[in-house]
C-alpha cells in the first residue's frame, strides 16, 4: 500500500516506477531511489542494462535482485517492451507477428524466459504487446499468428503461476480494450491471459474515458501503467502536461479492487529519471486523497506540479 510522507495511506493502490524511465542508472540505484521515495514496487524492464535476459548467469542475477527487492521492500512487474533486446537495428523486433517463423520463435523464448524471471522474482504479472502488422501481412493472418504463438507462453504463465498481461499498444494488431476481447475469445478466455492497461493509451485512443476503460477492464486487469496524455496523440507526459483528470481514474482503481501494481511509464524522460521519479509520486498521492475526500466532501482537483526545471525537458523523438 503506498504511503503519505505523514505515514498516512490514502488508497490501497501500491505505485510503482518503470526502470524504462531510468535506464541511465544502474539496476541497484534505480532500485535503492524507488525505495528512499516511498514508492511500493518497480515496473522491470528486461533489458541489456537492467538483468539483460540473454547475458549468462540469469538465474544467479536474478536471485541478487530478488534478494535486492525483498530488502527493500519492493513489489516488481516483470515488463518486456525493451526497444532493441532483441536486434539491435530493429526496434521492438522481432515481434510476435514476425512473417518469419524463427523471428517469432526468438520473440516466444524471450517472453517464457520473462516468464521465469517473473517467477524467481515474486513479480505479480509479466507485460507484453503484440507488435506492429507487418508489411503483407493481413490482419486475419496476424491474428491466427498472435493466438499460436502466445500459446507456448500462456503455458509458461499457467506452469509459473503468473499471468501475462497483455497490453493494448497504439499502433499495435491489438490495440484497444475491443482487440484485447477479440483475442480473449479466440483464445477461449484461458485462465494466464490478463490484460496491461495502460491509462494514457485510453485517453489518447479509447472511446470511453479513462476511469470508464478501468471499470470496463477490472475482470482481466493485471497490470496498470500510469502517466499523463493528450488525445489523439500517443506521447508519453509527465502528470500535469496531458488532459487526464486523475483522481477519478485512481478512484476507479480503488474501487475494482485491484492490488497490482500502477507503474509510472515515462521512457522518453529517462534522461531525467530521479527528477520524474521524485516529481510523480507526490502528484499520485494527493491525486488518491482527492479521490477518497470527493466522495464526502466535492473536493477541488488535484493541482498539477510544479514546472521541470530545464534539464528536464525530453530528449529526442515524442514517439514512444
Request: glycine residues 10%.
Amino acid at each position: 500500500m503506498n504511503r503519505n510522507p505523514d505515514g498516512t495511506s490514502p488508497s490501497p493502490l501500491r505505485f510503482g516506477y518503470g526502470t524504462n524511465g531510468l535506464a541511465d542508472l544502474r539496476l541497484d540505484d534505480a532500485l535503492g531511489l524507488l525505495a528512499d521515495l516511498g514508492y511500493d514496487g518497480v515496473g522491470l524492464t528486461l533489458d541489456h542494462m537492467h538483468l539483460d535476459p540473454l547475458a549468462p548467469d540469469l538465474a544467479a542475477r536474478t536471485r541478487r535482485v530478488a534478494h535486492r527487492l525483498d530488502a527493500l521492500g519492493l513489489g516488481v512487474t516483470v515488463e518486456t517492451g525493451a526497444r532493441y533486446v532483441l536486434d539491435p537495428r530493429r526496434k521492438h523486433g522481432p515481434s510476435l507477428l514476425d512473417p518469419d517463423p524463427d523471428d517469432r520463435a526468438r520473440r516466444v523464448g524471450l517472453l517464457v524466459r520473462a516468464v521465469e524471471v517473473a517467477a524467481d522474482l515474486g513479480a505479480h504479472a509479466v507485460h507484453c504487446f503484440s507488435g506492429l502488422l507487418p508489411d503483407g501481412t493481413d490482419e486475419d493472418t496476424a491474428w491466427k499468428r498472435l493466438a499460436e504463438t502466445l500459446a507456448p507462453i500462456l503455458d509458461a504463465a499457467a506452469t509459473a503461476g503468473v499471468p501475462l498481461a497483455v497490453e493494448p499498444e497504439p499502433g499495435h494488431l491489438l490495440a484497444t480494450l475491443a482487440d484485447f476481447h477479440h483475442l480473449r475469445r479466440t483464445l477461449g478466455d484461458p485462465e494466464p491471459l490478463g490484460l496491461t492497461l495502460d491509462i494514457g493509451h485510453c485517453q489518447c485512443l479509447e472511446p470511453l474515458s479513462p476511469a470508464d476503460c478501468v471499470r470496463d477492464a477490472a475482470p482481466w486487469l493485471r497490470h496498470v501503467q500510469i502517466e499523463d496524455m493528450r488525445r489523439g496523440v500517443h506521447e508519453h507526459l509527465p502528470f500535469g502536461d496531458g488532459e487526464i483528470d486523475f483522481p477519478p481514474v485512481l478512484a476507479a482503481l480503488a474501487s475494482t479492487g485491484y492490488r497490482g501494481l500502477t507503474v509510472v511509464e515515462l521512457p522518453r524522460h529517462s534522461h531525467a529519471g530521479p527528477h520524474f521519479a521524485a516529481r510523480s509520486l507526490p502528484f499520485l498521492h494527493a491525486a488518491a486523497r482527492t479521490a477518497a475526500a470527493a466522495d464526502t466532501t466535492g473536493a477541488a482537483p488535484v493541482p498539477a506540479p510544479p514546472p521541470g526545471d530545464p534539464s528536464a525537458t525530453p530528449e529526442g523523438s515524442s514517439t514512444p
